[in-house]
């Protein structure tokens, strides 16, 4: 079990960027970045695998959000590019080992950081 605590969020003009940033206790297999806005489910948005060479994005943020590692820093990021209202979200990370990309193959999560993009 490991720790993980996200920064970065906060309120942005719609087209502007943000870099999130999840710190872990300690070494992680895969990663992922998930979402839940205002009356919505909780969403995958992006996942990495342990060495960084397998990754995974939701169709509505291809092209515009990146993921990657820092396993010397024992981090995960996401950037995001041409942010959008939609995008509005509590961002979660987490860690996980089985395979696929659902929810339900990671085992550690964040308490969220919150991104929100005005029109």
């Known amino acids: 079990q490991v720790q993980l605590v996200e920064s970065g969020g906060r309120s942005v003009q719609a087209g502007g960027s943000l870099r999130l940033s999840c710190a872990a206790s300690?070494?992680?297999?895969?990663m992922g970045w998930f979402r839940q806005g205002p009356g919505k489910l909780r969403e995958g948005v992006a996942g990495i695998d342990s060495r960084g060479g397998l990754t995974y994005y939701a169709d509505s943020v291809k092209g515009r959000f990146t993921i990657s590692r820092d396993n010397a820093k024992n981090t995960v990021y996401l950037q995001m590019d041409s942010l959008k209202p939609e995008d509005t979200a509590m961002y979660y990370c987490a860690a996980g080992v089985a395979m696929g990309w659902g929810s339900n193959t990671y085992y550690s999560w964040g308490q969220g950081t919150q991104v929100t993009v005005s029109s």
């Open positions: 300690g070494y992680t297999y895969k």
